[in-house]
């Protein structure tokens, strides 16, 4: 059976990322500059008007919709789709967590977004984690290697693993941003997160190939 991209829960993720923006229109006066980046000790380093700030994340998820719906139908995404369709769920969700605290910053609102960036991450790699062992050898979602690509036993077991340091990941993330709001503490715990699953499923897939 396959998923589309476009589910009821992706529909209703697209609604909520509408209505906050909508919502900041509304709440946020005329031109107030909003922040759209932040830097390494948590302070906001970037910003726009009110407008193009609120229209940014709707404007990235309708071409991130596009460019998945393409290539979700494309047959190198065979072995990925429901990886697809649930990374359009994870990105909406982060879209939305984002857009609302900007909205929440814009009315005067103390809000910590690296905190809340650092958890939500941790939460889109625990999901990402559960799905990537299920995933097929494909060349859109997955740990894609040369030797995972060219063996199916060798992308079960590195996607396998790689999954379950993703998922560990992303508990490290969340449970720090819980407990820590010290950016060099999230910082560190994300490069953590995300660099250790990489590295090591990379160096695990090559010595299992190389062993063959």
């Known amino acids: 059976m396959t998923h589309p991209v476009a589910t009821p829960f992706n529909l209703v993720l697209a609604v909520a990322l509408a209505v906050a923006s909508i919502a900041g229109f509304v709440l946020v006066p005329a031109g107030v500059d909003l922040p759209v980046h932040w830097g390494v000790t948590g302070a906001a380093d970037g910003f726009l008007p009110?407008?193009?700030?609120?229209?940014?994340?709707?404007?990235?998820?309708?071409?991130?919709?596009?460019?998945?719906?393409?290539?979700?139908r494309s047959a190198a995404a065979a072995g990925g789709r429901q990886a697809l369709t649930t990374a359009m769920s994870v990105l909406l969700g982060l879209f939305v967590v984002v857009q609302t605290a900007i909205v929440m910053i814009g009315v005067g609102i103390a809000v910590d977004m690296v905190r809340i960036v650092v958890l939500a991450l941790g939460v889109v790699f625990v999901v990402l984690g559960n799905i990537m062992p299920?995933?097929?050898?494909?060349?859109?979602?997955?740990?894609?290697?040369?030797?995972?690509?060219a063996d199916a036993a060798n992308w079960q077991a590195t996607n396998r693993l790689g999954g379950w340091l993703m998922l560990l990941g992303g508990l490290l993330m969340a449970c720090t941003a819980l407990l820590s709001g010290q950016p060099a503490i999230l910082l560190t715990a994300t490069a953590i997160g995300v660099i250790v699953p990489i590295l090591v499923a990379t160096l695990f897939s090559y010595r299992l190939a190389h062993r063959k």
């Open 134 to 149: 299920k995933t097929q050898p494909n060349g859109v979602v997955g740990i894609r290697l040369p030797w995972t690509l």
């Open 50 to 72: 009110r407008d193009l700030a609120l229209l940014l994340l709707p404007a990235i998820a309708v071409l991130v919709l596009g460019l998945l719906v393409w290539v979700r």
